[in-house]
């Protein structure tokens, strides 16, 4: 007799609690559909009491899954979970992507990837500055700090209400990144190149600050990871000031490429269709 399993194909997870807001599956979705891929991803809630096992189950092939996402809040747990966590992944102390090879649980972070991704397809070049402000010290800002660096900017400015939680990131990523006070932003925005809002300032509508952007170079990008509205304040703004913006979205697609390799063998490609998809899901919710 046949093993099922080769009929319905690999089997892969998003794991958060809450889940059902994600739009994971519905990515998921559309690749396994255009590639005629056999398989399928689903969501599951877990509660953090409970993930603990959920990884223990799976690295015991007691759950039928090849691999899968984390979300908020358990990307830090995941990554201390890992067998064999990468070195993105642990430099952050935190995975989104999970996967089993070789009877060990792999685990990296491709929020990163993700966010350089996005602004390599929509506003290429905009890694020749050399100057960024990162807006928000929080969880998100992370991943975004370590691509940026690691893109080669020389200097990575983080502005945050709090300011040690800035310089915590400081201390994190090395001598090319420096924090400061929201009070300053004007003042370090001068020169730069690249402004990314990781707040959720703005997000489904809520009001956010005015942000004066002209101190920022000519030609500078502004970009902002929340993607819900598409246009944020803070992107509306910059484009009314006459700056290019880059909306969120494509962090979202672009993360999810690395993970649907690993657990279905094939490369997805972001397009339109896809990205036309998960906006008319958004304007349903």
Do not use: C
């Not at 609690?17 to 590639?35: A, C, D, E, K, Q």
């Not at 050399?130 to 700090?145: D, P, Q, T, W, Y």
């Not at 997000?203 to 929340?226: C, K, N, Q, W, Y």
């Not at 993360?255 to 998809?277: I, N, S, T």
């Amino acid at each position: 007799m046949d093993d099922s399993r080769e009929t319905v194909g690999p089997q892969a997870f998003v794991a958060g609690f809450p889940v059902n807001h994600s739009r994971s599956p519905l990515i998921h979705g559309y690749w396994l559909n255009t590639l005629k891929l056999p398989g399928n991803y689903r969501a599951r809630e877990i509660a953090p009491a409970d993930f603990g096992q959920f990884v223990q189950s799976l690295k015991a092939g007691e759950e039928p899954y090849v691999g899968g996402n984390v979300t908020i809040p358990h990307k830090e747990i995941a990554f201390q979970l890992a067998d064999d966590p990468d070195d993105l992944s642990q430099e952050l102390g935190a995975a989104n992507t999970l996967w089993l090879e070789d009877g060990r649980l792999k685990a990296t972070n491709t929020d990163g990837r993700g966010f350089t991704a996005n602004l390599d397809e929509r506003h290429p070049g905009w890694d020749n500055a050399e100057v960024a402000i990162v807006f928000g010290a929080g969880g998100a800002s992370r991943a975004i700090i370590q691509a940026v660096r690691d893109r080669g900017f020389k200097e990575i400015r983080v502005v945050n209400r709090t300011v040690d939680r800035a310089r915590e990131l400081a201390d994190r990523f090395g001598s090319t990144v420096t924090a400061h006070p929201v009070q300053a932003l004007r003042e370090i925005m001068t020169g730069a190149g690249l402004f990314i809002n990781t707040t959720s300032l703005g997000m489904d509508g809520d009001e956010a600050p005015h942000i004066d952007f002209s101190p920022l170079r000519d030609g500078a990008v502004v970009t902002d990871i929340v993607y819900v509205p598409l246009k944020t304040p803070f992107l509306l703004q910059a484009q009314n000031q006459g700056f290019a913006i880059v909306d969120g979205l494509g962090m979202l697609l672009h993360q999810a490429v690395p993970g649907f390799e690993k657990w279905f063998g094939q490369r997805p490609v972001v397009d339109e269709h896809l990205r036309d998809l998960i906006i008319v899901d958004m304007e349903k919710h």
